[in-house]
């Protein structure tokens, strides 16, 4: 079983950084059954399709862009539950050169699947 590290986290953050769609399937489950509740949007995203199609919306693009805004972690939990990690922190975002920084908890299930750990489910909340 591979172990897990900041490093699978950090790989994350810089999906959502870089804004590289190329890096998606190396992240998330490849399965209907994966889940995200997006801070943005309302209700349940469920599946691989469905949750790709929900970066895009977000102008995720292959090869990623370069853009200002900044997305990093902060105060994380990790706990191991045999072949299952739950990590939980807050999440930080600024938006450009706007000097607002949206903020709210975030809760990450990752699965060790046969190539890596993979995240089964993401859930976004906002901080007002």
Known sequence: ???????????????????????????????????????EKYGLIK????????????????????????????DLDIKKFYNTVVVCGIWFFKRGNSDNVQKGSVTVVYINSSESWKIAHMNFGNYK
């Open 47 to 74: 599946g691989y399709e469905a949750l790709k199609k929900h970066h895009q919306g977000f102008d995720f693009v292959d090869g990623g862009k370069i853009q200002e805004n900044r997305l990093w972690l902060e």
């Open 1 to 39: 079983m591979r172990e897990f590290s900041i490093d699978v986290i950090n790989r994350w953050v810089n999906f959502w950084n870089t804004y590289d769609l190329r890096q998606f399937e190396n992240l998330f489950l490849w399965s209907n059954d994966v889940t995200y509740f997006s801070s």
